[in-house]
């Protein structure tokens, strides 16, 4: 083989494996790995949370993740990651240390448990299942090319990556503002610019954009002569970093002490400028204290077939996950009317052989299984093996009324279904997730209040 073909083929191939690998979707906002520990769970119908180190096992064996279970590992802690700055929404449920603001390291795998959270369902609707596209390994079902989740997660949590040739950087928008923009795309109401401005859950500072289409994070801070009241940083600093920053700013006599009251992951800072730096302009002392980043994204995707997407605003991205979104939920009225359909002709079914068998026109005692089977498919039943599992305790007249209960049940269930619409159907996946998530306190849930009784002098 040469140069060429080698370029042509494998590093080709294994160029784009590598995008595939460390790129979210813009459908599920999920990479590869994530992907599959979504998968593991429904597939095996998890409930309770798993040490990460057997999770991460069981991923490797149900989905056929193949590239080391400290790969997967740390894709769990990284979905399942809930201070500010990490998941808006984690997609897991983190049960341990999973890292916090102040410092974003999880301790070992074998000392922390992960599963799903109590909205996995609202977030992950089971009825779409049926509908994915299914992939394949070596002859074994893995993970769907993409879920569709009920709010567009790639805006939720953010994702960054790295391939070869690309690298993608999507900040988070706050919840509220993505439900809101939901919202208002389904019930064709204008979209505010406001809702589509990155934030991070817990974070107090600003976000603003500038001319050039970056953001500027700044974080919280009050003036009064040399004396400077820190109450947020940016979402990039972590605790140690930024008192080495301070450290470092005292070294280059720029501010001559500082006080740290930082506590329970939120920041409090008291710092007096020396006259030097105070006679600079506000925006460089904003600069020299780390209290503003200026950030960019770079709108790189995987779409639904597993091709590269790249966008240039985030309105567009929303548009495409929209679409999608719509697509699948009128697979999902189709593929649910033709569950009850089904449901509620066996349930009829089933009704009908038990009043056949009270009234004595179905007679099965001294008769042979062929014979009985027969006589079934002559009066029109599908279900005779069913039908003849039953136990004769429950061929009475009070289960043929709990039976026809069940049957009318499902047909008004069946012609509910037939009125919906993908865009109802959307509404009210979005009241369930909203409501379990203020179950949570994860919608309406202010940060942890500072305690001033600790405090470090430097």
């Not at 002490?257 to 006679?279: C, G, I, P, Q």
């Not at 068998?357 to 027969?374: M, P, Q, S």
Request: charged content about 30%; proline content about 3%; glycine content about 6%.
């Amino acid at each position: 083989m040469n140069i060429t073909e080698f370029l042509n083929d494998q590093y080709n191939d294994a160029a784009l494996y590598i995008l595939y690998r460390n790129t979210a979707s813009y459908v599920d906002g999920l990479k590869n790995g994530a992907r599959k520990t979504i998968y593991t769970i429904k597939k095996t119908n998890l409930k309770t949370p798993l040490k990460v180190t057997a999770l991460g096992s069981k991923v490797v064996d149900v989905a056929a993740y193949l590239h080391g279970e400290s790969g997967i590992q740390g894709s769990i802690v990284t979905q399942a990651a809930n201070y500010c700055g990490a998941n808006n929404l984690p997609t897991l449920l983190g049960v341990g240390a999973f890292g916090t603001r102040f410092l974003n390291v999880a301790s070992a795998p074998r000392y922390i448990f992960a599963g799903a959270p109590d909205y996995f369902e609202q977030l992950f609707r089971n009825a779409d299942d049926v509908n994915l596209v299914a992939q394949e390994f070596e002859g074994k079902e893995i993970e769907p090319i993409f879920y569709v989740p009920t709010l567009p997660l790639i805006l939720l949590n953010g994702s960054e990556g790295v391939g070869v040739g690309f690298a993608s950087t999507i900040y988070p928008r706050p919840i509220e503002n993505i439900i809101k923009l939901t919202r208002a795309a389904i019930e064709k109401k204008s979209i505010k610019a406001e809702w589509l401005r990155p934030g991070w859950k817990g974070f107090k500072g600003t976000v603003e954009k500038t001319d050039d289409g970056s953001w500027l994070v700044k974080g919280l801070a009050r003036f009064e002569g040399k004396k400077v009241y820190i109450d947020e940083l940016p979402v990039s600093w972590e605790l140690k970093k930024y008192t080495n920053k301070l450290d470092k700013l005292k070294e280059m006599k720029l501010i001559s002490k500082y006080h740290d009251f930082s506590e329970d992951d939120n920041y409090r800072f008291e710092v007096w400028l020396t006259d030097a730096e105070l006679s600079k302009d506000p925006d460089r002392i904003w600069k020299d204290l780390g209290l503003v980043d200026r950030i960019s994204e770079n709108l790189i995707t995987m779409d639904e077939n597993n091709a590269v997407r790249e966008y240039t605003n985030i309105r567009d991205l929303f548009n495409d996950y929209y679409k999608i979104k719509i697509k699948y939920l009128k697979l999902r009225i189709k593929s649910e009317i033709a569950r009850l359909t089904k449901e509620e002709s066996d349930l009829k079914e089933i009704y009908e052989f038990v009043q056949e068998v009270i009234k004595g026109t179905i007679v099965l005692k001294n008769k042979k299984k062929v014979d009985v089977e027969v006589e079934l498919k002559k009066k029109g039943y599908t279900i005779i093996e069913r039908l003849l599992g039953m136990p004769l305790y429950s061929i009475t007249s009070d289960k043929a009324k709990e039976i026809e209960k069940k049957w009318k049940d499902k047909v008004k269930e069946r012609e509910a279904m037939e009125k919906e619409t993908p865009e109802s159907q959307w509404s009210k996946d979005i009241d369930e997730l909203e409501e379990e998530l203020k179950k949570e306190g994860i919608l309406g849930n202010g940060s942890k209040k500072t305690n001033d009784s600790k405090r470090s002098d430097h």
